[in-house]
């Protein structure tokens, strides 16, 4: 028995005009809860897909209890006790918790060679309990919350008597209640020998469970330290790789008159009670864990999904917003937060995507005039700067940084007055995203009232000029700059009660 | 935890609900039509109204099983006409063919049809709605061509073959038992064995079903050849039962064998469905068809009351969902 | 904020005008020409080409909508009991006493109202496909007209609604200048106008075309709309030419339209082909089928060709697709 059950050295993964990995290490002690941490695009996720089989590594040894192996594929992984929780859960909707255990290595009848229903139904349950759940076995997938069907997919890999148990952001999605039912399970499996891979990116995952951390940067290892031996800062300073104040450029908007204002607004299911105001020139930023309610209250705002109570005020007129287009028209423009999902027409040009969302200001009476839109994408296109030469090129052909700046340039196309950032530097590499924050600055130096959500704490420091804190679909805390820290913002994140204001 | 035992019960009961509402109507349906005309219930009736709704679900199965995988089959029409026609051709020759041989010959004229289908949607990846309107008119032509633009009629046709669909076993009707063998075949094939069980994990969600290790295109094959296979062996039943083999038979009865899904609760999006619920389907579509005329309905309001009670159907499913949806919504505190 | 200057002009490149699909759509034509007047000795000539395309051409309205539905990565299959439907109401309501001209309004007003109905259905319940949202209405559609006729045929139209089906302005028949007519409109609102604009965005991408202030839902009635109209344009010109009509008529229409927009190089996988590809497949398709009955070849043979070149021009679209998307990865 080694100390390790599983190591890795020398891990090198290239794509097509990318290193996602190079020369990576990482080991992972038996029975301990590692967690591995970085910022978007560090390498995390192709890292765990290497340890899963799902990608073949193009240099480098892994040594499993010792021995050193290699995978074919994901099922070769999972025949060795390696099993992932994905972030995403990935399972089938319409049939059973126990079918859903055990697709795959379903349990067979040895005489009559059917399936042993009986035998599944119950091993799902004794899975379950072991869990601390009391769900019934029989139950449809699709009517669970994302929490039970994580332990669900935690019952799936035990169910295969995993050795090793990756979890990639599996709190992204759950309440504090929630989360802390998932710490509890994550221990107690550590306490039965299973050892985990821990992802995340709440320090306050970090500090409650893990043993150690190792942390990842720009497609490289940068170190792996005892939890107990590692400060916050020192820890920042390791994801970010550089004093934060340098990615943001020096303020020099003023802050004017109020351009819009939510009164109590609500929507079911999702967030209540939220009452704010915006002033020309100034950058708001909204934070919060994930699945507070950030996006889908920024979506009723540009009236994706409209709001169920409450109003709101532009300019000091009451508005309704049915669809983003009144959204637009009125001056309220939005940066979604999956440019690929909701933003570009990736096999589309640059150009046409950048006048998307102002075809009318190209056309008379409905007919587009071809050259104007030509002359006013290449315009829009050098001012935010994408890197390419012509503004024929197909999105697609765009690294995640431009094809971003593509995004902001068509919100710039459009007449208007608020702008809303939703997460804009998600998977953006640190050169684009001091690009950005550039924009940023520069559209509130110029009057524009920027509404900025974000999950990294840093770029919200860095940024607002106030801070407003979400919470499990309420606003726990508004802040000027000068008071915010860390600390208050992960406080406020992590209480529902609304503090007194 | 509490509250999503409630929420589980809710949508079990709306399962269970549609499959006894379903027989709930069928059985209101019989009440009325014997109501209006005593000669409903009566043995010589029943036992018509079961072999003519046989074919109907041996068909709705099969289809059953490519709406899982999220597909849809045209062509089942044309693909029974030219089995059909085939067996009747041949038999026709040879009058002396065991009825069995002449089944056997039928299924596998099918069989070739659904692989064809099944290629093309697995292998070019062809929407399975293209591509099977293209094969339809491919196989309605080739029904033509081999048959000469003629028809195969009763007197062609050898006594053993025609007794097929006129015979029974055990007192049941051959093609009934046929159906109930079927029947009972699919229960256990998608219930209990593990190819059965990918067939639903495919429709359901063919991203995770690679991620397991699920041969996606063996799958697909499979339910467009199960599904061609089928609707060979109904082309040769059907030929036996009306005795004549013509090029435009069963013209537009995949429309009547997806209705039947839709009404048993096979859900077009995928990986939903069973097989009480279908063949529920096909016995209330059997009653409509026999039932309309006994009480003076005209044959012709048949297809438009067909339509209606899909799209209430259709439309009563989505509200369901949506209404469960919200409901999920409406149980998140804040 | 920068200096980099990003080119705006493309030069024009005589490669990319002749890697055009529409290119291999008129050499088809051609080859089909050649085989025609080969086989019949008074095929090419200017009255038998264009009276050629009375024959063919009622049906091709609707390829008009349903190249924009394709692209939207939709489909219609019931605008052949839409055509039918439309027919017989206009038949009925003539022999009621109702004007002609009338019952013209009345045949296009229905056709109208199926394709909203359908667009309505699409819009208000988003998890339906339009799969099974029109394969519902084309029973429907078709199931109505029976229980109106059931199986009888009506007609006796006035004499000069056989304009529409058998008339000529000068000496180009009547249908074929409203079909080019209609096919300049539709080349350009698809190609030249916001509205088509945004109908290649939402086959390519729903999402962020409705995040890019695209009005989904209102595109997609017009566009179902516009798909039952042209079936009553074509309900209006195939009763003309018949002089009666039945609740059967315009079987498999749907089939000959879907078959001609592949053909045209419509992807089914949305957001692609040209409006122009689907009209000059419906000239290939139809002096196909003009040239087969030249030659006696019976109707059935027709059905086959019909089904197997809608099969073809798929699987090369799609393959081409797959290259294409290859030679993308591998760079």
């Known amino acids: ?501 | 935890m509490k509250d999503n035992i409630l929420q589980s019960l809710n949508l079990e009961k709306i399962a269970k609900f549609r499959e006894l509402g379903l027989l709930g109507f069928i059985i209101l349906l019989a009440i009325i039509i014997q109501l209006l005309n005593p000669a409903f219930l009566t043995f010589g009736n029943l036992r018509d109204l079961l072999t003519n709704t046989a074919i109907l679900s041996i068909l709705a199965l099969g289809m059953m099983l490519v709406l899982i995988t999220r597909g849809i089959d045209l062509s089942i029409g044309a693909t029974l006409a030219l089995s059909g026609m085939i067996t009747a051709l041949t038999v026709s020759a040879y009058g002396n063919l065991h009825p069995l041989l002449a089944i056997l010959l039928g299924i596998m004229v099918g069989i070739i049809c659904g692989v064809i289908l099944g290629l093309l949607v697995s292998k070019i990846g062809i929407l399975p709605i293209i591509a099977s309107l293209g094969l339809m008119n491919v196989f309605r032509g080739l029904t033509f061509w081999v048959g000469g633009g003629e028809w195969v009629s009763a007197y062609q046709m050898p006594p053993s073959f025609k007794s097929i669909a006129t015979s029974s076993f055990l007192g049941i009707n051959t093609l009934v038992l046929i159906a109930v063998v079927i029947f009972l075949l699919f229960y256990y094939f998608v219930n209990n064995t593990i190819t059965g069980r990918q067939i639903y994990a495919v429709g359901s969600n063919p991203d995770s079903a690679r991620v397991s290790g699920i041969n996606q295109t063996k799958i697909l094959i499979l339910v467009y050849t199960i599904m061609g296979g089928l609707s060979g062996l109904a082309g040769v039943l059907w030929v036996s039962k009306f005795a004549s083999a013509q090029g435009d038979t069963a013209t537009g009865y995949e429309l009547t064998v997806i209705a039947a899904c839709i009404l048993g609760g096979v859900s077009i999006a995928g990986g939903v469905g069973k097989v009480t619920g279908v063949l529920l389907g096909a016995i209330l579509l059997g009653v409509l068809s026999n039932g309309l005329p006994l009480i003076n309905v005209s044959p012709f309001w048949q297809m438009g009351i067909e339509g209606m009670i899909i799209l209430i159907a259709v439309l009563f499913n989505t509200n369901v969902k949506m209404l469960v949806e919200k409901n999920n919504l409406l149980r998140r505190e804040i | ?331």
């Not at chain 1, 995978?71 to 390696?82: L, R, S, T, V």
């Not at chain 1, 939890?227 to 943001?248: C, H, Y």
């Not at chain 3, 989904?216 to 179902?224: E, H, Y």
């Open chain 3, 1 to 331: 904020m920068s200096t980099r200057t990003i080119n705006h002009i493309q030069d024009f490149s005589w490669k990319r005008f002749f890697l055009q699909w529409e290119w291999m759509l008129i050499l088809l034509i051609i080859a089909i020409f050649t085989m025609n007047s080969s086989l019949s000795p008074y095929f090419l000539n200017y009255i038998s080409i264009t009276d050629a395309t009375m024959t063919f051409l009622d049906k091709a309205f609707i390829v008009f909508p349903m190249v924009m539905i394709m692209i939207m990565r939709e489909i219609d299959i019931s605008v052949g009991s839409t055509v039918a439907l439309s027919s017989v109401v206009m038949a009925v309501a003539y022999n009621a006493g109702v004007p002609m001209v009338l019952a013209i309004m009345i045949c296009l007003l229905v056709g109208a109202l199926c394709g909203l109905f359908n667009g309505f259905l699409l819009v208000k319940y988003k998890e339906l496909s339009a799969v099974i949202v029109t394969l519902s209405t084309m029973i429907l559609y078709r199931g109505i007209a029976y229980m109106i006729l059931e199986n009888q045929s009506s007609g006796g139209f006035p004499m000069w609604f056989s304009f529409f089906g058998w008339g000529y302005v000068g000496t180009i028949p009547f249908i074929l200048i409203l079909f080019l007519l209609l096919a300049v409109i539709f080349v350009l609102v698809l190609q030249k106008t916001i509205f088509g604009r945004h109908i290649y965005a939402i086959g390519s991408n729903p999402i962020a075309s409705r995040f890019s202030g695209v009005k989904v839902d209102r595109v997609k009635l017009i566009v179902f709309t516009l798909a039952g109209l042209m079936a009553a344009i074509t309900a209006v010109f195939l009763t003309s030419r018949m002089g009666s009509t039945r609740p059967n008529v315009a079987n498999m229409y749907e089939l000959d339209v879907i078959a001609m927009v592949a053909l045209g190089g419509i992807s089914t996988a949305g957001g692609k082909g040209k409006m122009l590809g689907a009209i000059l497949a419906v000239f290939v398709i139809g002096y196909l089928q003009y040239g087969l009955g030249l030659i006696n070849v019976p109707a059935q043979s027709l059905l086959v060709i019909i089904g197997l070149l809608l099969i073809i021009s798929v699987t090369v679209t799609n393959l081409r697709m797959k290259g294409k998307l290859k030679k993308k990865t591998s760079n």
């Open chain 1, 1 to 501: 028995m080694t100390e390790h059950i599983l190591e890795l050295n020398g891990i090198t993964k290239e794509f097509p005009g990318v290193k996602a990995l190079d020369n990576v290490q990482f080991e992972l002690k038996t029975g301990e809860i590692h967690a591995l941490m970085g910022e978007n695009g560090a390498g995390k996720s192709t890292f765990i897909k290497v340890i899963t089989g799902v990608h073949q590594p193009n240099e480098g040894r892994i040594k499993l209890e010792g021995e050193e192996i290699t995978f074919q594929g994901p099922k070769d992984a999972n025949a060795k006790g390696i099993a992932a929780i994905y972030q995403h859960v990935t399972n089938y909707p319409d049939l059973s918790i126990t079918e859903n255990i055990y697709m795959g290595h379903e349990k067979i009848n040895k005489k009559t060679r059917m399936i042993n229903w009986k035998e599944m139904h119950q091993d799902a349950k004794k899975l379950l309990e072991s869990l601390g759940s009391k769900l019934d076995p029989k139950t449809e997938m699709s009517v669970l919350s994302v929490a039970q069907q994580q332990i669900v997919e935690i019952a799936k890999a035990l169910s295969s008597n995993a050795k090793i148990i990756i979890m990639d952001e599996p709190t992204a999605a759950l309440t504090h209640r929630e989360s802390e039912e998932l710490y509890k399970i994550t221990e107690r499996l550590r306490d039965e020998g299973v050892s985990i891979i821990f992802i995340s990116h709440r320090f306050e995952d970090m500090y409650r469970l893990a043993d150690r951390v190792t942390v990842f940067r720009d497609s490289q290892y940068i170190g792996t330290w005892n939890v107990v031996d590692i400060t916050n800062d020192d820890l920042i300073v390791a994801m970010v790789g550089r004093e934060i104040k340098q990615l943001f450029p020096d303020k020099t908007n003023i802050i004017k008159e109020e351009v819009l204002r939510l009164e109590k607004l609500g929507q079911i299911g999702r967030f209540k009670d939220i009452s704010i105001n915006l002033h020309r020139g100034e950058i708001l930023g909204i934070t919060g864990l994930v699945g507070a309610g950030r996006s889908e209250l920024c979506q009723a705002m540009f009236g994706i999904e409209p709001y169920d109570e409450g109003a709101m005020y532009f300019e000091g007129t009451r508005i309704s917003i049915d669809n983003p287009t009144d959204a637009i028209k009125l001056g309220i423009g939005y940066l979604p937060e999956d440019r690929q999902a909701q933003s570009l027409i990736l096999q589309w040009e640059i150009k046409q995507n950048i006048t998307l969302a102002s075809l009318a200001q190209y056309s008379k009476n409905g007919w587009l005039n071809e050259k104007k839109e030509r002359e006013i994408a290449k315009e829009l296109a050098e001012k935010v700067d994408v890197k390419t030469n012509s503004v024929f090129s197909l999105a697609s052909s765009l690294s995640g940084g431009n094809q971003q700046k593509v995004s902001v340039a068509k919100l710039l196309t459009t007449d208007l007055k608020v702008i809303i950032f939703d997460e804009p530097t998600k998977g953006v590499d640190i050169g684009a995203k001091s690009a950005i924050y550039q924009i940023i600055v520069d559209l509130a130096s110029s009057g524009y009232g920027i509404i900025m959500v974000s999950s990294e704490m840093p770029e919200v420091l860095g940024l607002s000029d106030r801070i407003a804190v979400m919470c499990e679909g309420r606003l726990t805390k508004v802040m000027g700059n000068e008071e915010a820290t860390q600390e208050k913002i992960l406080e406020a994140a992590m209480t529902k009660e609304m503090a007194v204001h």
